[in-house]
T-cell receptor
Framework: QKEVEQNSGPLSVPEGAIASLNCTYS??????FFWYRQYSGKSPELIMS????GDKEDGRFTAQLNKASQYVSLLIRDSQPSDSATYLC??????????????FGKGTKLTVNP | NAGVTQTPKFQVLKTGQSMTLQCAQD?????MYWYRQDPGMGLRLIYY???????DKGEVPNGYNVSRLNKREFSLRLESAAPSQTSVYFC???????????FGSGTRLTVV
């Protein structure tokens, strides 16, 4: 059973601070990693993908991957109240039958306080 | 550009009733997925279809059936609804897992 673990939170940060979200995964051979943002009552929205060890930056978002430690993180700089949402970590893997699937963590709820 | 379209958005069923949730994508994606999302449980895969003509069980398939009607459409059927199937259901599609999934807007189902 492939597992993706996230701290459920809630994580509360003041406006303008850096929010740090973490995720660990069980399958060593996974090659693709994603962060989704889900606003209350809405569907998940892809915000970041990362495939290689190191950092990947996109605007105020930075994804970090360490395959040796099986660890993925998302940093949100200059956090805004509009960033308040649940963040889902997802890890891709290939089944024995050759199908490709994502396994999702349960999500971390982030609240940014004005 | 509609993306992934789910119908209906809301539904209330009585125990024992049946219904079909519809999902269609216009992105020429190969793979389609049905998830349910419950508080504290995260997204759980019900069924998926890696390509047109194939379907496979996910982690919580009991009580559900699926049909991959063509490349665009993937439906989820509840034959005899139970209160435990009260949930939010999401359909998703992908061209390849390395590109992630695109989700539909969801169906909020209540079984009373």
């Amino acid at each position: 059973q492939k597992e993706v673990e996230q701290n459920s939170g809630p994580l509360s940060v003041p406006e303008g601070a850096i929010a740090s979200l973490n995720c660990t995964y069980s399958d060593r051979v996974s090659q693709s990693f994603f962060w989704y943002r889900q606003y209350s009552g809405k569907s998940p929205e892809l915000i970041m993908s990362i495939y290689s060890n190191g950092d990947k930056e996109d605007g105020r978002f930075t994804a970090q991957l360490n395959k040796a430690s099986q660890y993925v993180s998302l940093l949100i700089r200059d956090s805004q109240p509009s960033d308040s949402a649940t963040y889902l970590c997802a890890v891709g893997y290939i089944t024995q039958g050759g199908s490709e699937k994502l396994v999702f963590g349960k999500g971390t709820k982030l609240t940014v306080n004005p | 550009n509609a993306g992934v379209t789910q119908t209906p958005k809301f539904q209330v069923l009585k125990t024992g009733q049946s219904m079909t949730l519809q999902c269609a994508q216009d992105m020429n994606h190969n793979s389609m997925y049905w998830y349910r999302q419950d508080p504290g449980m995260g997204l759980r895969l019900i069924y998926y279809s890696a390509s047109e003509g194939t379907t496979d069980k996910g982690e919580v398939p009991n009580g559900y059936n699926v049909s991959r009607l063509n490349k665009r459409e993937f439906s989820l059927r509840l034959e005899s609804a139970a209160p435990s199937q009260t949930s939010v259901y999401f359909c998703a599609s992908s061209i390849q897992v390395n590109y992630g999934y695109t989700f539909g807007s969801g169906t909020r189902l209540t079984v009373v």
